[in-house]
RNA sequence: GUCCGGUUCGUCUAGGGGUUAGGACACCGCCCUUUCACGGCGGCAACACGGGUUCAAAUCCCGUACCGGAUACCA
């Protein structure tokens, strides 16, 4: 039997970190097994459910590289199959209408009236009072005729327990006193969650189910509906959750785009890189390796190598430089700066596509020099975004220039805005005669240095300010090489720096 | 409240009866250097607590604390 698992998200917001997670685990475990990753859009909550939402979530999981591999299924399509399961049990007697009127869902905070009602009980709550639960058929059938409204519920057991082995957590059980006669169709007709859920994992022949730890009882229900149904359940592996730093509820409410994936897409990030980390939130391969690609992660990953504690998405909002977390944005920069070239080269392509800093040269006549200098810039790089903010200067005569690297390195040594177009005339006649390389640079800028009587250093940072308008970088023979001589000469001599 | 889970450096994690408790990120220091955010070397830093079992417990058992999840005619 090959392994069919699902990614199915519901279209309420963004793909977030956890969900990005989820379908991460999901994907691996179907390339590990040589089985089939497919993906249900969860769509049945009406009110909450946006074409935005999904349009956004497809988005995140086609940056990732997750594409399903059969048709998105669109819960919502399948209602009338949903409603027919419950009538079905209805008349089989597993379920049973209730006549208790709707009560209106108090307004916000839902979450915390739960809590409050379910306090109340003091978990005293008998789970089969309900006065219509043994309502002779022909009774209920006499109420529904006469056009009462009622929801479908499942009729669970006075005694016994839920029980599955779960791939992760170990064996699970439930007694049934926990668990209500839970709610299959409501009295609008609308299909529920649980209902749904079980309907399509059937239906799409879902072999294992991983998701995340916070559906733990909804398996315990699931199970239930797989019973009553007759059907042998899947395989369920639940996944810890990834929380805060607060370890508290990572939400995008409260956090804010840190967990959108598109945010890391439009940050610069390379797919390769946030899964690699997002692989190791709740999993591990027990080895000292850290980065691994695809193909390895695919490989190496089983659902024993998953854990049972939560992980934090570690950041700091009030500190710029730690917007996400750490080791994502090292795993990144690992990236950008070790991974083969070629393999980059379409991102940074795109990068300065976008930046109006392409040119077809650069994969044609420049294709030499355009790799030199991105292999020698992208060392201290973060993101792909730097190639065309920090990396400009090295493709455009337009670039900025950073006013504390220009006190630091130029108006800091006034002599400068004299010497440095001086330079470039000695630049001028010496390699009229000299290859402009390395090594000749240096010796050229050597002598001038010491006719000056000035340190090496003055010369070479207030070479660099100007020539790529920061205090830091690669190799200041390495940058005048790569920006070439002529570029160089213009710099040199431009006095724009000096005036700012 | 009740049910279910969890707890190894700040964070991600390895280990799972005898280890100097390992790695990575972050942080700090030194080195390299014309600068630096690269690189090299080094440092700081953890088994939640209390009992028990055992020659030996971070590791097994019990309890406590704390954290998290669930508890809907949401998903």
Known sequence: MTTRVRFAPSPTGYLHIGSARTALFNYLYARNTGGKFLLRIEDTDLARSTEESTRSILEGLEWLGF???EEIVFQSNNADKHRATA????????AYRDFTPKVA????????AIKERARANQGEKNMRDNPYRELSKDESDAKAAAGEPFAIRLKVAETGKTAFEDQVYGLQERDYAETEDLVLLRSDGHPLYNLAVVCDDIEMEITHVIRGQDHLTNTHKQILIYEALGISPPTFAHLPLIMAPNKGKLSKRKHGEVVSMTTYRDAGFLAAAFRNFLAFLGWSASEEQEIYSLEELVQKFSLEGIHRSNAVFNFSPDDPRKWTDDKAQ???AEY????????????IKAELKAAKLWRDEYEDDDKAWFEKTIDLIRQRFFTLKDFSSQGRSYFSEDFDFDPAAVAKNLTKFPDLKNWLPELADRFESEFAKLDYTEENIESVVK???EEKGTKLGVIMNGARTLLTGTAVGPSMLSIFEVIGLDRTLMRLRSQVAWNL
């Open 67 to 69: 594409a399903p591999d």
């Open 330 to 332: 090292w795993m990144n």
């Open 336 to 347: 950008i700066r070790t991974m083969p070239l070629a393999g980059l080269m379409p991102f």
């Open 87 to 94: 009538l079905k049990l209805l008349e089989e007697g597993k």
């Open 105 to 112: 869902p108090s307004d916000a905070n839902v979450k915390d």
């Open 447 to 449: 002598a001038f240095t």
